[in-house]
């Protein structure tokens, strides 16, 4: 197979870094982790259809990471795009909503189990830092307790002391536990009597840089008791699982129920917006929170998720990611079996986490997934991958047989598995 | 002249009750203190275009709120659609960046004095958020002062203890001191020497509620001395004024040079897009804030805002709607004068605030307001209004029409003014 160039990328990188702080920032930019080894990696696109994208310079690549989440239903999806240019010709941001907001928030209340009405904004951590704000002011206390790993957005109290611009106040009153220790949790609460606000998670774990974790029998149903015994809200930040798991909320899928839950990423298919749903209890205090933005109520967004719901709905999209996650990462671990090599799969098949476990120091693994991503099959390291339901079995059997290739690039080099 | 029904909006805003917190959220919700009394109010449109919105039940309106800022160029400009809808089908949210990214901070870097790069987001409050965490990194300080009155966002720091949500730990390091007061400015670093990061500050005081206030001369002069002296960053929110007084940016406006500098609203033309622009020495401190967001790099609301800031320049827009804010708003202060009324207007033309003084209960004012938007011009109470490109003098001169005939029925319900 031959193997990619990215020339026009780099010549564009040189002209951003020049009036871009890092060039790319973000997680979309080379500095971020994920993009290891830097080189491998293509650093601008120019088109995207369906379940590919093509880089600056032409070359074409089957997209496992979905735009960081967004894209569920491939790129450009026809009914998501004539929904968003028909309200957009009518009207995208007013001065006043567009009954598009009602049908949507209808249309959330039917859909997602703990949701008896919803709350839009514009990003993800918007309506993390929303749903914070809303449990304090229901419960009139500080404390907040989060999951080590868990990631919910880039608001100060989300941070850590040590990452630059944060300071001691923007964290003191965050309790950090690890997942699935629901005996941390019921600590926590006795050491804190009448003071935590909120326990806020995703509904299982997917940490960057780690195996991710399925809730264990029995954690979500233990601390589901013991917010209701202490009085605190339990929120579920569904912004990354949301929709590519269970069209009635990720908490749902797993056999509870949450008091407040976030949505982002797949709920637009790449159109910018996010939601807070939650239950009745919770209403007046959000609507007591001042939380507002310029283009929260914008219409064009909200009429691609109406269209994105649906079309979810239409085509059962969670149980078809879920079988071609399933098909895929079965495929790699075989693959990697068969060079000699164990890859390790944990998460959802719909939004995987991988890792090759034949070193410890994780460049073994970086090192395959550059070789996939030079030959076509963008994956990026230490982060969950996704799939959209453009996704193919043609794309499966084509990623298949680039993950062979990449394996016997690495033998070739030298690189020994461990089997 | 007849007056408008609201009939469908109440019905649309029955269902929305059920489903969405206080119905309408936001600043654009009948909740907020602008849209007083309400029954004058549409609460939902269905169309815009150019000068005007069609609301749920038909009636046009002449928008002076522009989306509460973001419409420069008016509903769907065709240059602003024609960029938006190419770069589109191309691609939006990716999972890379489009060259565009780069093109629109070219574009940023060569108009904006103070702009030496540009870091672009969703929300105003994303980049003002974002300033002050880069103050903080650069200085390695906490406090931030910012002004009474002034409006920054919704993050937790820029809002107040008594707020619902908020905690002690949210906003003790901010200090609020009086806008025009240098003295005040120069106290605070003396109280607190070699603690306070950043002073945060629109360009010019438009508060919600109060008379807009100019700076008066040798105020930014003073602040800028005092930053620079102090070591403490100068930090523009001009995510309301931005490309409405200059292109060059308000600092520039105004005479002065930020240190960072907000922008949103006008800059997209109602496309959902934020930039933080700054000057080369605190590029490595805002490339060291993780900081991201999913929808942040997306291609399609920076075309536009490429577009929009071309036309803003092929026109100078700044300049037009500088001239159409003076001759509207010497026409109704002129009005008011003419039936018996004293109608006060400050801030700048393009963006004025106005306020009949002949109660001190500000009702007179809403009545007046009300019997406007009930004759299909939209203003709103107690904030800024909001000028754009595609008003023209027919649109003056008919809004000149309803304000005469909306203070005859002032008038007409027996309601003395003071002249």
Redesign the interface.
Known sequence: MNTYQYLNSRV?FE??A?????G?????GP?EGCFIPVEAY???????QGAY?W??DGNR?I?Y???????VLG??HPAV?AAA?AQ????????????I??QL??K??SLVDSA????FA?????VT?LA??????HTRR?KIIKFAGGYH?????M?FIG?????E??V??VITLPFNDAQAVEQAFKRYPGEIAAIIATPYHHPAMADNALPEPGFWPAVRGLCDREGALLIIDD?RAGFRLSLHGSDAYYGFKADLICF??ALGN???LSALCGRDAY????????????????AM?MAAALATLTELERIDGPGLMTRQGTKLTQGLAQAAQQHGYHLKITGEPSMWYMRLTDDDTGVLHQQWVSECVRRGV?FTNHHNLFINTAITDEDIAYTLEVAHDAFRALRGAGQKGSI
């Open positions: 564009i002209r951003a020049k009036v871009i702080p890092a790319i920032y973000g997680h979309l500095a293509p650093f601008y696109a120019q088109r995207a994208f880089d600056a690549f997209d990471m979905c735009a960081y989440g967004p894209i790129y450009n795009e240019r957009q010709e009518q009207m995208n941001c007013g001065v006043l909503p567009g009954e907001m009602v928030a209808e959330l209340v008896d009405w919803a709350f514009k990003n993800g951590g918007d830092n914070v704000m809303t449990a304090r002011a500080n957005g880039v608001s100060q109290w941070q990452n630059a611009g944060i300071i106040e923007d003191s009153s912004v982002c990423k790449g159109y910018n209403k007046e205090a959000v609507s007591s929170v001042f939380y507002t933005g310029s283009y929260w109520l914008s967004p963008f």
